[in-house]
C-alpha cells in the first residue's frame, strides 16, 4: 500500500495521506473521527470462510420451523418465509414485502455478492465487473436486519409464552448462529483491501498526491471528486459539476444531489405517518373472550405489567422513542446545514452517526407481530393480524433511513470551511 497516497473523508472531506496500519489497526479522520479504513489481517481469507459458513447456515434457518406453539395437543410451527406468506395471505403485503427483503432477500445478496467477489481474488484471479458487486455490497448491507429480527424472536416468544407453550424450532437457533457469523464476517470483510488487490492485478498504480495548500483542505475545495463507493478521489472535467469514478464508474458529485430537498420531503413524510403509527392498532387479536387491537404503546404496557420489564424496556426504545428520536435529530442536522451554522461539527457529525447506526433497530416491532401473526391462528380459539398501524410504522422505519441516506454529512463541514475562504 502506498503511504502516501491521497483520500478525503466521506463524512467531512477533509484531505488526508494513506499511512501504512499495525495488523488490526484503523485510520480515522483527524478533524471527525471517522474511521477512514482498517488493516485487517488475512481479511480475504476470514471473511471468506465466514461468509461460506453464513450461507450454509442461512440455508439452514430458512429450511426449519423457526418456533412452535402447542394448544391442546395442536402443534403450530411457522418458517420465515412461511410468515412472510401468512401476511401476505391477510392482504399485509407492504409488510410481507418488507420483511422478505430485510431479513431474506438483503442478506442472501450480500452474502452471494461477498463470496463472488472474494472466491475469485482468493485463487488470484478478478472477478467479473467487480465494481458492479462492490456497489450492490455497499447498498444492500444497511438493509439486512438479522440481528433485529432475533430480538424481535425473542419479544414474540415472551408474548406467545402467555398464550401456550412455546417450541424453539432449530431455525431460531440457526439465525443466531448467522447473526454472529455475518457480524463477523462485516467486520472481517475490507473493500479498501479488495480494490487495492485489483488495481494491483490491473496494473494500476495509485495515484500520486498534489500539493494542497491551507486554502484546500477539503476534496471539494481542491477541485476533486471522492468516490463512495470505492474511495478513489480523481479529477472532474473543466467547469463540469458531475462526472463518472475512472476506477469503478459510480457517477459523482461535490455533494449528494438536492440532499436538503431529499432529506426534507423523508423526514416530513415519516413525521405525517409517526402519528397513524401509534395511534391506529399495529395487532387485532380475536379470540373465545372478545376482540383486542393493541397500539405499538399498549404492548409496551403489556410487557411490563406481565413482569417483562427489561424486554419493555428495550420495545419502547427501539419501536417509539428511536423513530421519534431520529426524526428529531434528522430535522436539527438538515435544518442547521441549510442554514450553515458553524457551531459544533463534531457534534452534529456524531449525531449524524449515531441516527445511521440505530435506524434499523426500529424494525423490531414489525418482526414481533410478523411471529404473533404467523403462529396465533387456532381459528376459533385465537387469531392474530397485523393493524394499519403496522403498515405506517414500517413506512417511518424505511422513511427515516432514506432520509439518514440522502442527508450529506459534508454539508455540516461546508460551513466550517467557509470560516477559511
Not at 6 to 17: N, W
Not at 73 to 96: H, S
Not at 366 to 391: D, E, H, K, M, S
Request: aromatic content about 8%.
Amino acid at each position: 500500500m502506498s503511504s502516501n497516497r491521497l483520500i478525503a473523508c466521506h463524512e467531512c472531506d477533509l484531505l488526508q495521506r494513506e499511512t501504512v496500519l499495525a495488523k488490526g489497526g484503523s485510520a480515522r479522520c483527524r478533524r471527525c473521527g471517522a474511521i477512514l479504513y482498517r488493516s485487517m489481517p488475512a481479511s480475504v481469507d476470514r471473511a471468506l470462510a465466514l461468509t461460506l459458513a453464513g450461507m450454509v447456515l442461512f440455508v439452514v434457518a430458512n429450511a426449519f420451523p423457526i418456533v412452535g406453539l402447542s394448544v391442546n395437543g395442536d402443534l403450530v410451527e411457522t418458517t420465515l418465509l412461511g410468515a412472510v406468506r401468512t401476511l401476505y395471505r391477510d392482504g399485509m403485503w407492504p409488510i410481507a414485502g418488507l420483511v422478505f427483503a430485510t431479513t431474506l432477500l438483503m442478506p442472501l445478496l450480500d452474502m452471494a455478492a461477498v463470496a463472488y467477489l472474494l472466491v475469485p481474488l482468493r485463487m488470484g484471479r478478478i472477478p467479473r465487473r467487480p465494481e458492479i458487486v462492490l456497489r450492490m455490497v455497499h447498498w444492500v448491507t444497511p438493509w439486512g436486519m438479522i440481528e433485529v429480527l432475533i430480538l424481535g424472536m425473542l419479544v414474540a416468544l415472551v408474548k406467545l409464552a402467555h398464550i401456550a407453550s412455546v417450541v424453539p424450532g432449530i431455525a431460531m437457533w440457526a439465525f443466531g448462529a448467522v447473526m454472529l457469523v455475518l457480524a463477523a464476517a462485516a467486520a472481517a470483510f475490507d473493500p479498501h483491501e479488495i480494490w487495492a488487490r485489483i488495481d494491483v492485478a490491473r496494473g494500476l498504480a495509485p495515484a500520486r498526491p498534489r500539493q494542497i495548500s491551507a486554502s484546500a483542505p477539503t476534496a471539494a475545495r481542491a477541485g476533486l471528486f471522492v468516490c463512495h463507493d470505492c474511495g478513489l478521489l480523481s479529477k472532474p472535467a473543466a467547469h463540469a459539476h458531475d462526472g463518472h469514478c475512472p476506477r469503478c464508474g459510480a457517477h459523482l458529485h461535490f455533494r449528494k444531489p438536492s440532499s436538503i430537498a431529499r432529506t426534507w420531503a423523508f423526514v416530513i413524510a415519516a413525521v405525517i405517518l409517526y402519528i397513524p403509527a401509534n395511534a391506529l392498532p399495529v395487532m387485532d387479536t380475536s379470540s373465545l373472550f372478545g376482540a383486542q387491537t393493541d397500539t405499538i404503546l399498549s404492548g409496551v404496557v403489556y410487557l411490563w405489567t406481565s413482569g417483562s420489564w427489561p424486554l419493555a424496556v428495550i420495545v419502547f426504545i427501539a419501536s417509539i422513542a428511536v423513530p421519534m428520536l431520529k426524526i428529531i435529530a434528522l430535522t436539527f442536522l438538515v435544518l442547521t446545514a441549510q442554514l450553515r451554522w458553524r457551531w459544533l461539527p463534531e457534534k452534529r457529525t456524531r449525531i449524524y452517526r449515531v441516527v445511521e447506526f440505530v435506524g434499523r433497530w426500529s424494525m423490531l416491532d414489525i418482526y414481533v407481530i410478523t411471529i404473533l401473526v404467523a403462529l396465533v391462528q387456532f381459528n376459533a380459539l385465537a387469531t392474530i393480524r397485523a393493524g394499519p398501524g403496522a403498515i405506517a410504522f414500517g413506512a417511518v422505519v424505511v422513511l427515516t433511513m432514506f432520509a439518514a441516506m440522502s442527508f450529506d454529512p459534508r454539508l455540516i463541514w461546508d460551513a466550517v470551511e467557509g470560516n477559511h475562504g
